[in-house]
């Protein structure tokens, strides 16, 4: 355990960055195909016996997607059996074997395999690190705890796009397994969550561990309190019958939708594509230049959102943001629309530059902070493992068809028209989460799961 001396806010702080250090490694793993793609398509610069094709890149960026989906059926599982930090150790060791293989790759296929379980194991990550986080966090600083993962996951994108593309395949490679190395390492300092540690039966472990977190053996019992109320609650429904409990499938509504939304936004199609897409505008504007300014924009919307959460709410900031991409999106569309009718000049060079960072940081500074604490927090105790299971599934399924499908629909619609899509479903999805979504800032777990209850028993006329 992190033997810390300090407040015990810094110590949530301390742990809470400590275990998303794994998520470092997975944002370099996730972004990979930005840089990678155009080395693989030059024949000077790829490691292939040839340029792979358009429909073979489309597989290494979506692969990952793909063979995710399967991941998630095992979490609900090994959740509780196995606890947080085994479970998150266990995620991150197999991961050298897949860094290895992108070193010695020597066919299209072996890059396949390699990101194929990249993205299996990445899965487990992108659905613990928010769980385990939320489970140490205290109400009151949950929000901003929460936000650290896009922070890191940010770092992770903007280091591979300032140096992705200006490095070789090999030292790209080699780097990436010096990065997981590195990361895993204080995984074994952390403590468990003190949650998982009480639904073992450690009710002694997760007292010491929750004391020297909230800093109060007072606090810690309250805590633990609430935790026997929470496992009384969820006791009533068996697991077997989770699915008929009205509450969960209204929580598991809630969040699937915000889940669909985070994919149908055309954020992370645009990422993976993103130096593809800086090139295919040919404009003035250099796209390894414009990678790593998007980046730095992306790192810079992340932490400013660690210091608004939990003062404006979850609600207002998703709603401003989405606006936000949705312009993004226009103005993307509009300049595509534009070079359809010829070379494009003077300001209109830079509009692409300009929407993609409004997107960009719209979407680190909303969604990309927020889904994974909203979706930790709408859920209670005993349904969590099993709700984010099912939520990363189909966002996951969703990423995959955008991911694998993105370049074929720019190709069949048409650019401008692919980014005005994905700019209505950004306002569609602001109208969700202003209508449907509850403000959990400031409230415990139970807090919530009392509002979502009185929302059910109360039968308002804006049903979700």
């Known amino acids: 355990m ?35 793609l155009v080395k693989l398509n030059n024949s000077t610069t790829s490691i292939l016996t040839r340029p792979i094709t358009e429909d073979e890149g489309s597989w290494i960026v979506s692969i990952g997607f793909l063979t995710g989906i399967t991941a998630n059926f095992l979490i609900a599982f090994l959740l509780e059996r196995v606890g947080r930090k085994s479970f998150l150790i266990l995620s991150c060791l197999p991961k050298f074997i897949t860094s290895f293989m992108l070193i010695y790759a020597t066919d299209v ?112 019992n309250e805590e633990i309190k609430e935790y026997e109320l929470a496992n009384n609650n969820t006791n009533t429904v068996s697991n077997k019958e989770i699915f008929k409990n009205r509450l969960f499938l209204k929580s598991l509504f809630l969040v699937v939708i915000i889940g669909l939304g985070l994919q149908l936004v055309g954020f992370n199609a645009v990422s993976f594509y993103l130096q593809t897409i800086l090139e295919s505008t040919q404009t003035s504007v250099k796209s390894e230049t414009a990678s790593v300014i998007i980046g730095m924009i992306q790192l810079t919307a992340s932490f400013g959102t660690t210091f608004m959460t939990d003062r404006f709410g979850r609600k207002p900031i998703l709603c401003v943001t989405c606006v936000g991409m949705a312009l993004g999106m226009l103005g993307l569309g509009i300049f595509f629309k534009l070079k359809e009718g010829g070379q494009v000049s003077g300001f209109m060079n830079f509009v692409p530059l300009i929407s993609l960072i409004l997107v960009v940081y719209s979407y680190s500074a909303g969604l990309g902070s927020l889904f994974w604490v909203l979706g930790a927090e709408l859920f209670d105790d005993k349904s969590r493992g099993t709700g984010m299971s099912i939520v990363i599934v189909s966002t996951t399924l969703t990423l995959f068809f955008i991911t694998k499908y993105f370049a074929f629909i720019t190709s069949a619609i048409g650019a401008a028209y692919t980014y005005w899509v994905f700019s209505i479903n950004c306002v569609l999805l602001c109208l969700f989460i202003m209508f449907c979504i509850p403000e959990t800032k400031g409230k415990s777990f139970a807090e919530i799961q009392d509002i979502l209850r009185k929302k059910e028993s109360d039968n308002v006329s804006t049903k979700c």
């Open 109 to 220: 296929w072996m890059i396949l395999v390699a990101r194929g379980l990249m993205g299996f194991f990445d899965t487990f990550i992108i659905t613990l690190v928010p769980i385990y986080a939320s489970e140490i966090a205290s109400k009151e600083i949950r929000g901003s705890l929460g936000t650290v993962f896009q922070i890191v996951c940010s770092f992770g994108v903007v280091t591979m796009l300032s140096v992705g593309p200006f490095i070789s395949y090999m030292t790209l490679s080699v780097s990436y397994t010096c990065a997981i190395a590195v990361t895993t390492l204080p995984l074994l300092l952390i403590p468990d969550s003190p949650y998982s540690l009480y639904s073992k039966g450690e009710k002694s472990e997760a007292l010491k561990v929750l004391t020297f977190l909230r800093g109060s053996e007072a606090q810690a």
């Open 2 to 36: 992190i033997n810390l001396q300090n407040s015990p806010l810094l110590r949530q702080y301390a742990v809470v960055i400590a275990v998303n250090l794994c998520a470092f490694a997975m944002a370099l793993g996730l972004v990979w195909p930005s840089p990678v």
